[in-house]
Antibody
Framework: QVQLVESGGGLVKPGGSLRLSCAAS????????MGWIRQAPGKGLEWVSY????????YYVDSVKGRFTISRDNAENSLYLQMNSLRAEDTAVYYC???????????WGQGTLVTVSS | DIQMTQSPSTLSASVGDRVTITCRAS??????LAWYQQKPGKAPNLLIY???SLESGVPSRFSGSGSGTEFTLTISSLQPDDFATYYC?????????FGQGTKLEIK
């Protein structure tokens, strides 16, 4: 069965960096687009980033452009989100999700909490 | 960016009720709309894609309709497991955007 398992969250000071990972299994990872979506405590969902199956096409929400970098390693069935220059407003649970194309996000990980605080 | 507006923000209903949640897009998104259910502490779960297609394994009491800028999610007969928060999401163009959510509460 499809599984997505995020890791790498934690407490970081403003201006710091963190790298999130998402380990995928149960499907052919290299065939699928992937994405990151976040949810601030008590708030709604916010789409963060997209990466094509090859990694050649990437999109970001404006608020993270220039600070976050999405990447993937198809040989390792893994998705990553490098987060630099972190701000308090980046505090959220970060979900990786499989982009099912016409089905949008059909599978989600359990999420990893990132807390940016001094 | 395309803005998605859900209404109502909160909905109180009873088991067995028929409920409808509305989602409006700030510009046409054709039928590139998904609905998700989220329970506290859990990841969202896909219910409906392409505005009206039921995801595999989702009960048939859930249905979606609409195209262009106006969409609805209907639950035909509420069950205890349906009390949760529901989000719409457009995937017509990047950045993808979500509605603010509708919390469905027990009356």
């Amino acid at each position: 069965q499809v599984q997505l398992v995020e890791s790498g969250g934690g407490l970081v000071k403003p201006g710091g960096s963190l790298r999130l990972s998402c380990a995928a299994s149960g499907f052919t990872f290299s065939d699928h687009y992937m994405g990151w979506i976040r949810q601030a405590p008590g708030k709604g969902l916010e789409w963060v980033s997209y990466i094509s199956h090859s990694g050649f096409t990437i999109y970001y929400v404006d608020s993270v452009k220039g600070r976050f970098t999405i990447s993937r390693d198809n040989a390792e069935n893994s998705l990553y989100l490098q987060m630099n220059s972190l701000r308090a407003e980046d505090t959220a649970v970060y979900y990786c999700a499989r982009d099912g194309g016409y089905r949008s996000y059909d599978f989600w990980g359990q999420g990893t909490l990132v807390t940016v605080s001094s | 960016d395309i803005q998605m507006t859900q209404s109502p923000s909160t909905l109180s209903a009873s088991v067995g009720d028929r409920v409808t949640i509305t989602c409006r897009a700030s510009q046409s998104i054709s039928n590139w709309l998904a609905w998700y259910q989220q329970k506290p502490g859990k990841a969202p779960n896909l219910l409906i894609y392409k505005a009206s297609s039921l995801e595999s394994g989702v009960p048939s009491r859930f249905s979606g309709s609409g195209s262009g800028t106006e969409f609805t999610l209907t639950i035909s007969s509420l069950q205890p497991d349906d009390f949760a928060t529901y989000y719409c999401q457009q995937y017509n163009s990047y950045p993808y955007t979500f509605g603010q959510g509708t919390k469905l509460e027990i009356k």
